[in-house]
């Protein structure tokens, strides 16, 4: 990480406005034993630094700016044994894309959350892939439409909530392949317009939250 700079609020925390990668930092950050990690500015992660920051064994690491994940940062990640305790909390805010491969390497998380929510669309089989996470929770607050494709995908995620707060419109089609969802809890909170019957739908499955005013 090639800035040094380092701000710390708490003797727990480590954040900084690192946008690069370097190996110097990054053997820094693996002797972190504290509870956050974040990196604000940091735009791209390779595999080295990916790792780096598993070893860390922080229990809450996000990269809000994040644009790009791809297969080798992710796995550089994810394939480190330390970094599956189910206290941990891994955030992607900034990234707008994700590849199947890289969705792939992602449902192996076992933390308390996996939060990807600058994704406004997924495809079904990247949709797949994050359906299988083993995390808790799957947040995908970003997403503001969903396909029937990719809704019957999510929908047999089996951890404890699928948070879909940004999606702000479902047709039937779509409501009928939610409503078989294999969770715990299902939030989409953001609907803001969903048909009568579609809305009866959902109804069906009391796992499923929507907003109050539908539910008349």
Known sequence: FSSRRRHTRY?????????SSDLETARAITQFKGERLCFPGLKTLDGDSAHALAMSRCWDCELPSLVTLDHAAASGMLGTAAFSPSN???????????????????????????????????????????????????????LTSLTPEGAKALSQFRGDYLLLDGV?????????????????????????????????????????????RFRK
């Not at 003797?11 to 946008?19: A, F, K, L, M, T």
């Not at 039937?172 to 969903?194: E, H, P, Y």
């Open 168 to 212: 702000t419109s479902l047709d039937m089609a779509t409501a009928r392949a939610l409503v078989a969802f294999k969770g715990k809890g299902l939030r989409l909170s953001g609907l803001a317009m969903i048909e009568a019957d579609a809305a009866k739908t959902l109804w069906n499955n009391p796992k499923i939250e929507i907003p109050a």
């Open 11 to 19: 003797w727990r925390d480590w954040s900084s406005d690192v946008c």
């Open 88 to 142: 941990y909390r891994l955030s992607f805010g900034g990234l707008k894309k994700l590849e199947a491969a890289t969705a792939n390497v992602l449902r192996h998380y076992q933390g308390n959350e996996l939060a990807l929510d600058g994704l406004a669309a997924i495809d079904a089989e990247t949709a797949k892939w994050l359906s299988e996470a083993k995390c808790k929770s799957l947040a995908l607050r970003g």
